[in-house]
């Protein structure tokens, strides 16, 4: 485990450089899309490129390099000057980008050969300082006449938004804003779709979140577009799942077009990578994924052919030879299964890093001192997974930031260091990974927390006291509307961060002592593609139960059985567990068969079983891929996997399924 | 769409019966492997299978499409028959066997009576009766 305080500087400049490549990429993607577009730049790749640039600024100030950092700026100040249209896209901007990025391509290889804080080339500094002296005289001015903006908007418009603004109007586009109403839990995928689809019918202008918000489980945004005269506002705005639009009033003059300036055919643009590191998309590493597991089949069909083949040869150096063959396949196609799946880990600092710039930019903000320490960063979790998480942290290390640790001055008074203390420890337990976010902070008071739940109404006066108190923090209502302040975010609650967890099948727990501090503990399991499951097979199907929700599995004498009213209960551990054929109880065999002996012990907290199956086929880590919505089914199997002979197993829900088996209230037979 | 222009219908048969389905409402057509049986699901499904790493539902086309009600649902094994995978519905038509893709004019197309459920229009030129069957109405049955 290391200290990131101390994490060997090798490691961050890896990570850097990774970066650094990837932006680089992104960049010159956007200067190709740049272009090939004519005179006028497109909106999103001068974006694009200004936010690649602004990120690769910050990065490199960061870590020290101020040779970069200060080229960068450079860059960053003339591409702010073309999206704010100070200066023209012209051949000349484009080759002088161009050449900017090849300076700062070299200068990562010089970071990579060791070298500490390398010096960027001033020639190519002086051309981008010399290209935006060039476009200053025309400077864009506001005369007024631009489309008319509710007051509220209006205070929320960067200078770029103003500036898209005016420029859609001068282009004779219809300006129109759409608002969304998407549930507070799950909205971040409601927007991206509507931001797509406005970007994709024109232009996506601006995101402006309020405007309404009664329904506490809603969020309303408005979207500002800016779309071509014959765009039916009625159809863009279904598409983005609006629940209503209106068209603004313009008072700018349309623009009759304006000739382009000519550009060069070809920008010359470096393709050299520095970092050792390449940036797939995600869908070709599942892509990759699925493809090896279509191999892990065509070697099933290949070794039943081969076998039917073989056991007619005569020829005995031949069929040596094909064994032999097949033999090297088979262990090919095994790594190489292995190997894709590993393509989807990355080390969880990629999530921490993120998290230390949050607390770097936020506690100064706050009036607040602390020191952040991250333990176990190296620990390597589902890409999926760490994106997943980002949000969830992110919102428990706000609140300990917020209201955990107190200022300073607080501190002092109470005894304390004046720089509070929030450590992250990451490690992993079995197959989960467990990040522990601990503060030294004034922590929480049961009793404090019970009057504030009763006085919110959370809990009625009827109610007895909860017996952990620090559960309630888990409530809708409950942290979210004392104080929305602008670090605590969009008022979204713990009782969301829990959901979300839910959904990736983690949790949540907190402990603390008040004035010493409160602890968050997160787990998760390492990937949701991967299952260690127990294969079992039961009237000729094969069944995945996650390991994680099996107690244990025995052979039953069936004259230990009894039947207690409906239900059939063998003693187990000493106590008695009810018992149920699996396959009756799925509805794959028929009701009243013979029970088989072999007993699988399902478990999920208090909840206890026994389901009977014809054999165990052993201890799989198999890929589970869920079943859609669309697909009608029982509720308990959520997901099927192919086994590496070309079965198909279908994955069984432990806990749906206890829940479903046992009936409900004290009376049950199960273990409670 | 103006007289004579058709539209394109991928054309298989299930059941003994002839069908076609909307060439756009087809994702790609695959040899059926393995189909498992999915408890609770309604009878006309077969099962789910894995078409390039991705469980799709299948619905078995003699049953979905109501030709042979009494026709048995084939389950299990390897099995015979082809898959239709239809687009963005993360299910695939069971089915004997893919004839061909036909360009059908709108007028040659009779269209069916209401009662006639998952089938929209049936094209009577030819060797036998060509059913234009609806993917909407097939798959709104299955999941009923």
Known sequence: MKRAGQKDEALHRKDFLAETDGLLEESRDALADLAKAGGEPPPGAVNALFRAIHSLKGLSAMMGFSGLAGFTHELEGLLDALRMGRIDLSGDVLEVVAEALEAVAVTAGRIQAGEQDPELPHGTAARIRRTVAAGRSRDVADDGSGPRLPPDVDRMLTDYERHRLRESARRGRRLAFFTLELPVDSFESGLRKAMDEVARSGELIGTFPGGGGRDPTRIVFRLLGGLPPETPLDVVASLAGASSSELLECGGTALQGEPAAPLPTQVPLSVRATGGTVRVPLEKLEQLVNLTGELAFSRSALKRSLGKVLSSATDRTARFEAQKAFADLDRTVTALGRAALATRFVPVEQLTARLSRVVASMAPSLGKELTFDVYGGETEVDKVLAEELADPLLHIVRNALDHGIEPPGEREARGKPRAGRLTLMVETRGRMVVFTLADDGRGMEGEKLIRRAREKGLLSPFEPDPPDPLELVFLSGFSTAERVSEVSGRGVGLDVVRANLAKLKGNVRVTSTPGRGTTFEVQVPMTLVLVESLLVRTEGFYLALPTSGVRRAFRADPARVERRGETAVIVDEGEPLPLFSLATHLGLGSVGAAMDDTVVVVEQGSLRAGFTVSSIEGMEDVIVKPLADVIPRSREVTGAAELPGGSVALTVDPGLLLESALPRGPSNGGKR | ?144
């Open chain 2, 1 to 144: 769409m103006s007289p004579g222009a058709g539209e394109a219908y991928l054309v298989f048969r299930a059941g003994g019966e002839r069908f076609g389905l909307a060439v756009d409402r087809v994702q790609g057509v695959a040899r059926a492997r393995q189909i498992v049986p999915l408890p609770g699901a309604p009878p006309e499904y077969a099962g789910v299978t894995f078409v390039r790493g991705e469980p799709l539902g299948v619905l078995d086309a003699v049953r979905a499409l109501g030709c042979r009600p009494e026709a048995a649902v084939r389950i299990g094994g390897a099995g015979g028959g082809f898959l239709v995978i239809l687009e963005g519905e993360r299910h695939a038509l069971l089915v004997d066997r893919i004839e061909s893709v036909e360009e059908i004019p709108a007028e040659a197309l009779t269209p069916a009576s209401a009662e006639s459920g998952t089938v929209r229009g049936i094209v009577s030129s030819g060797e036998s009766a060509l059913r234009i069957v609806s993917v909407d109405e097939v798959l709104g049955g299955g999941k009923r």
